[in-house]
């Protein structure tokens, strides 16, 4: 059972993880739009989501409609390592290699979005939200990556255990004694 759960795992963490790299190019392309941006981030979980749903279903089909907790996330969870591997190091090769730009690009992108909202917010609030995004030029800091990696980890790790609390399905007691 331990090699079916990291066979499959394996194959949808690499299957999830090629998915979530195409869903992070759409994601940076869009990058002047703050607000594409952010409907691009929860679309894009909700569809890693449903691929870890997805997984948790296949998986359980394959062993005939039932399988434990403990088999059900050790899959999930081995995808989990692979594919947040993926997304940490698509994002640190997209803003130190394809485009480096990227935080100018998003700060003129916020910038006119604080111009339309007017008079709402005052300079220094205005000033201090684009500064906020100078957080995206420690993306280069490889300990700030592998940082990033193990919280990714941790928030996906328990979406997939939620997900395979969802999906188990023990055999029935009287199913087990007779084999």
Do not use: H
């Amino acid at each position: 059972m331990k090699q079916k759960n990291i066979s499959a795992g394996l194959q949808f963490g690499f299957i999830i993880g090629l998915v979530y790299c195409l869903l992070l190019f759409w994601r940076w392309s869009n990058v002047s739009n703050l607000f594409m941006i952010g409907i691009n981030s929860i679309l894009g979980y909700l569809v890693i989501i449903g691929l870890l749903f997805w997984e948790a279903v296949t998986r359980k089909k394959n062993e005939g409609g039932y399988i434990d907790l403990k088999n059900l996330f050790q899959t999930l969870f081995i995808s989990v390592l692979i594919f947040e591997l993926f997304y940490s190091v698509f994002n640190y090769i997209y803003f130190v290699y394809i485009d480096p730009n990227i935080v100018a690009k998003m700060k003129a992108g916020l910038s006119i979005a604080l111009e339309k909202i007017g008079n709402q917010l005052t300079d220094e609030q205005k000033i201090e939200k684009l500064n906020n995004l100078d957080e995206y030029n420690n993306i280069a800091n490889i300990g700030k990556v592998i940082r990033g990696y193990f919280i990714s980890i941790a928030v996906s790790g328990i979406v997939a255990l939620l997900i395979a609390l969802i999906i188990r399905k023990n055999k029935p007691l009287l199913e087990d004694l007779n084999q």
